[in-house]
């Protein structure tokens, strides 16, 4: 006899940073690289990447470096979905209207 039968679908998500995404990650402050891998996790890894939410969208404007933008308060990570691939490209901070990337202002 059957009680109770359980199924269950787990997206398996690989997330690479590019080699430039890891050197400015390693330059930010511990209480910024911790809420930026908190934030990867919760909204790239446990929650559909592609899918648009308030802090996680589609760039307006198509760039060389991504395709998409995460907010995480004052932080900004830019990634590219590959089919079940997550590839973080650039990581950075909003200051005003300025975006910086390795202290420098940013353009994407």
């Known amino acids: ?5 359980s199924c269950y ?11 430039i995404a890891v050197r400015q ?3 930010l402050p511990k209480t910024g690289r911790t809420a ?6 919760t909204h790239l ?14 760039l307006r404007r198509p760039s060389e470096h991504a395709d998409f933008e ?12 590959l089919e079940a691939d997550v590839i973080i490209a650039l990581v950075g901070k909003k200051e005003g209207n300025r975006l910086l ?3 420098e202002e940013f353009v994407l």
């Not at 997206?11 to 590019?18: L, P, Q």
């Not at 995460?70 to 979905?81: C, K, N, P, T």
């Open 25 to 27: 990650l390693q330059r």
């Open 101 to 103: 990337i390795d202290g």
């Open 9 to 19: 679908t787990t997206d398996v998500r690989e997330i690479s940073f590019t080699p």
């Open 36 to 41: 930026i891998l908190e934030g990867i996790q």
């Open 45 to 58: 890894v446990e929650a559909d990447p592609a899918k648009t939410t308030r802090n996680k969208f589609r």
């Open 70 to 81: 995460l907010r995480l308060g004052q932080w900004r990570v830019f990634y590219r979905v």
């Open 1 to 5: 006899m059957v009680v109770a039968q």
